[in-house]
């Protein structure tokens, strides 16, 4: 049985924006995966991007993914009754100024409803705050924290009753998922005339962060080293 | 609108009537950000409003270029009037009010108009990447500020000032390849 990967807009954003998509492509034929997107995602990367001038040629682009099926839609009852369980519990996580700070978006919460109905082992997203809502709770309140320069509470409660909603599928972004591709030989064309082979995955995880993608100039330094 | 909001809401725009009284523009653009932070917290649409409206002015003082001799004339007129309806909690009023200086901003005329459309659509943005700093989710800052995942995404890379916790790069490689399978 294929693994399922739920993915999430940010993720096929950073790709979009780096004319990336093919590692979709690539990594259907070579690994034993289904991608599986929700509507309000499908909403995101195509139709909003499609209606726009800016960033049409994308949407388009993501639009073919889904029309030759490497990318799946998932439409059910099931996904949206705990989508919007989900989003109710996540949004009461935290308080400031006696105020529940609403934190994700239905397209998050989706997404992770996906990878629960459907059993997915992996969460593919590039946005750090969902991330670190699912990962790191505590540090995600002192983020807040200090940033907002007021205190944040963090509800125990509401953070387990959101974590016992959310499967146990581990996270991954853009840039693991080129990692994988790079040392699956993917980017090859571009090895051509490098001087170290290495450079070019350090130049695609570069541009994946240059469009958004939520990772530090440090771990990209620890992927080359690791990819060396 | 809470309380908290309106006193801050209208503490703010009678400063901003001060800065530009006094030609200082980075104070305008700094007076901006301290929106922000209720922006996060209550996501009203009278802050991130107010908050992107504010940064445009700063950007557009600080260009220098307007061609209406009395602008800055009626800004501070506006400016007055919604600082009022704030500190009043009149949210209708309010809301008019704003939305008379945003429309007298994209109507200067043509030339400055696509100006000031472009400056009013890169404060939105540019507001949605300050609130995503302050821990909410990209997807929810690209609802608030009315803009898409895409223009988001776009700002935030380029921008964004983001302090990352440390990070296991090896162990969420290792677990990530471990989960799937070559055919």
Not at chain 1, 61 to 66: A, E, Q
Not at chain 2, 28 to 43: G, M, T, W
């Amino acid at each position: 049985m294929s693994e399922i990967i739920a993915v999430d807009s940010s993720s096929i954003i950073s790709l979009a924006g780096n004319c990336l998509l093919c590692v979709f492509e690539k990594f259907k034929k070579e690994f034993d995966v289904r991608f599986l997107i929700g509507e309000r995602v499908l909403g995101e990367s195509i139709t909003r991007a499609v209606e726009s001038r800016k960033f049409r040629l994308e949407g388009m682009r993501v639009k073919k993914l889904v029309d030759s099926g490497i990318i799946e839609i998932v439409k059910n009852q099931e996904v949206r009754d705990l989508t919007a369980k989900i989003m109710e519990h996540s949004n009461k996580c935290y308080r400031a100024k006696n105020e529940n700070l609403k934190i994700i978006h239905w397209g998050e919460a989706e997404m992770l409803a996906i990878s629960k109905v459907y059993h997915a082992s992996t969460v593919l997203i590039d946005e750090r705050i969902t991330r670190m809502l699912v990962e790191k709770p505590e540090e995600l309140r002192k983020l807040q924290e200090e940033r907002l320069h007021t205190p944040v509470e963090m509800s125990n409660e509401e953070v387990r009753a959101f974590k016992n909603l959310i499967s146990n599928a581990s996270i991954a972004r853009s840039t693991e998922l080129c990692a994988m591709g790079f040392e699956s030989g993917f980017f090859k064309e571009f090895e051509a005339g490098i001087e170290k082979n290495v450079l070019v995955i350090e130049g695609i995880l570069w541009s994946l962060k240059n469009h958004g993608c939520a990772i530090s100039g440090k771990e990209i330094k620890s992927y080359v080293k690791m990819l060396n | 609108m809470q309380k908290e909001v309106c006193s801050d809401i209208s503490s703010v725009l009678l400063k901003v009537i001060k800065s530009i009284r006094e030609n200082d523009y980075s104070e305008i653009n700094e007076l901006s950000n301290h929106l922000i932070h209720n922006a996060s917290i209550f996501q009203d649409k009278f802050s991130v409003e107010t908050s992107i409206i504010v940064y445009s002015l700063s950007k557009i003082f600080e260009k220098n270029n307007v061609p209406q001799k009395d602008f800055w004339k009626k800004t501070v007129l506006i400016l007055k009037k919604s600082a009022d309806y704030a500190i009043r909690n009149n949210e209708k009023k309010f809301s008019e009010s704003m939305l008379e200086l945003a429309v007298m901003l994209k109507k200067a005329d043509k030339d400055f108009e696509e100006e000031i459309g472009y400056v009013l659509e890169k404060a939105r943005v540019s507001k949605a990447g300050k609130i995503h700093e302050h821990g909410i989710s990209l997807g929810r800052v690209a609802e608030l500020l009315g803009i898409s995942e895409w223009e988001a995404m776009d700002y935030i890379g380029k921008n964004s000032e983001r302090k990352y916790a440390k990070e296991d790069v090896k162990k969420r490689y290792s677990n990530f390849k471990s989960r799937v399978k070559k055919r």
